[in-house]
């Protein structure tokens, strides 16, 4: 079993950036696929961008160039820096691990993105 906390949400205008963490309650990341998703308001989750247990990672389109995944050395914490944020990066953000055939989620950060 892994516990999962994200922080570092917030309000950010237009252009501005954003660093989401997500902590684990144990050294976990990079041994296991882990992503980072959102929820925009009225809208289905969505998945953000992930990295796999090979260190792979992917994005989605609108956010390429823009955001991107990190791992602290201790393997205990996954970052989302988020760059030239737009109101559409507005919703609620998700860490997900997936370990031994389960998927942990956190409770999730609000990210809003107005002027």
């Known amino acids: 079993q892994v516990q999962l906390v994200e922080s570092g949400g917030g309000t950010a205008q237009p252009g501005g950036s954003l660093r989401l963490s997500c902590a684990a309650s144990?050294?976990?990341?990079?041994?296991?696929?882990m992503g980072w998703y959102r929820r925009a308001p009225g809208k289905q989750r969505e998945l953000v961008g992930a990295?796999?247990?090979?260190?792979?990672?992917n994005y989605r389109d609108s956010v390429k160039g823009r955001f991107s995944i990190s791992i602290n050395g201790a393997k205990t914490t996954a970052y989302l820096q988020m760059n030239s944020l737009k109101p559409e990066d507005t919703a609620v953000y998700y860490c997900?691990?997936?370990?031994?055939?389960?998927?942990?989620w956190g409770q999730g950060t609000q990210v809003t993105v107005s002027s």
């Open positions: 997900n691990v997936n370990l031994g055939g389960l998927s942990y």
């Open positions: 990295v796999s247990s090979n260190g792979n990672s």
């Open positions: 144990r050294s976990i990341f990079g041994a296991y696929n």
